[in-house]
């Protein structure tokens, strides 16, 4: 069974940094693609980045030079750094996991397991 837990969501300030992380226990899949999204309150559930088994990555245009996507050392793990925060960025912040390739454009139905979420709160 795969599980996924997302940590290092936080409250912060405008300008500020955090790393969120994700550990995938019980997945052996070669091909993949990791991703994070996020839901604001009363808005739809977004895709931020993905990063795939090749290592191509794709970022939304509004988290773009401020957001990094990578993976750990151990496969199991991926992490979203995000620098200069805003408040629009506030959101439940969710980790996915494909069996597939990522695609642009793709969104959620192409991922097979998902996080619970972790809260990211920015006040200005």
């Known amino acids: 069974q795969v599980q996924l837990a997302e940590s290092g969501g936080g409250s912060v300030q405008t300008g500020d940094s955090l790393r969120l992380s994700c550990a995938a226990s019980?997945?052996?899949?070669?091909?993949?693609?990791m991703a994070w999204f996020r839901q604001a309150p009363g808005k739809e559930r977004e895709e931020v980045a993905a990063?795939?088994?090749?290592?191509?990555?794709i970022y939304a245009d509004s988290v773009k030079g401020r957001f990094t996507i990578s993976k750990g050392s151990d496969s199991n793990i991926f992490y979203l750094q995000m620098n200069n925060l805003k408040p629009e960025d506030t959101a439940m912040y969710y980790c996915?996991?494909?069996?597939?390739?990522?695609?642009?454009?793709?969104?959620?139905?192409?991922?097979?397991?998902w996080g619970k979420g972790t809260l990211v709160s920015i006040s200005s």
């Open positions: 996915a996991v494909s069996h597939k390739y990522c695609e642009e454009g793709a969104g959620q139905g192409l991922y097979n397991y």
């Open positions: 019980g997945y052996s899949y070669s091909r993949h693609c």
């Open positions: 990063v795939d088994s090749d290592g191509n990555t």
